[in-house]
């Protein structure tokens, strides 16, 4: 119904537009509203800005030549933990999409927070240049591109709090990528 409907933003004189169909079965289920003064809400803003990994936390901006330094080394002992880290942050997740001729990412995202985590990989190197149900295309730092066969989907839930992918490499094991809280 939302689609057809005929509202009009004066201000941006543009008509609106479902980003997400999913969302709307969520809304007559509300019980609270909750505002974000910082602007994550209202403009749809939200980065992330600093990473844990190895027992160390780094902040994404400021320590970016530590972090390009430990990727540019893959024989370093943080390197395989950042790999990894830069690799989950970029598949593990419900996100669609593909680099098109003109060169331009374009991404489908679920939620914002999936999206910024996928831009700090892209930032750091790991770049998913296509995700679709069944595989996903990661140019890492190098300029090597991975292919990986998604083998099976654990959707986020809200009882679970987490999100999981079972993804292979080539030929190689399997390998399990699951992010969310404790």
Request: aromatic residues 8%; negative net charge.
């Amino acid at each position: 119904f939302i689609t057809h409907d005929r509202m009009f933003d004066q201000d941006f004189a543009s008509a609106h537009r479902v980003a997400n169909a999913r969302l709307v079965d969520q809304l007559g289920c509300l019980t609270h509203i909750i505002f974000d003064k910082t602007g994550t809400c209202t403009t749809n803003n939200l980065t992330v800005k600093y990473l844990a990994c190895n027992e160390s936390i780094t902040h994404l901006d400021k320590d970016r030549t530590h972090l390009e330094s430990i990727l540019k080394n893959n024989e370093s002992k943080d390197w395989k933990e950042m790999d990894m880290l830069f690799t989950m942050m970029a598949i593990c997740n419900s996100i669609t999409g593909k680099k098109e001729d003109d060169g331009q990412l374009y991404y489908d995202a679920e939620s914002r927070d999936e999206l910024a985590l996928v831009e700090a990989a892209t930032k750091m190197g790991y770049t998913l240049t296509m995700k679709t149900p069944d595989e996903a295309l990661l140019e890492k730092p190098d300029g090597s591109m991975s292919h990986y066969k998604i083998l099976q989907t654990m959707p986020f839930t809200h009882d679970s709090r987490k999100m999981a992918i079972i993804v292979q490499k080539d030929e190689q094991m399997p390998l399990f990528l699951m992010k969310g809280a404790k």
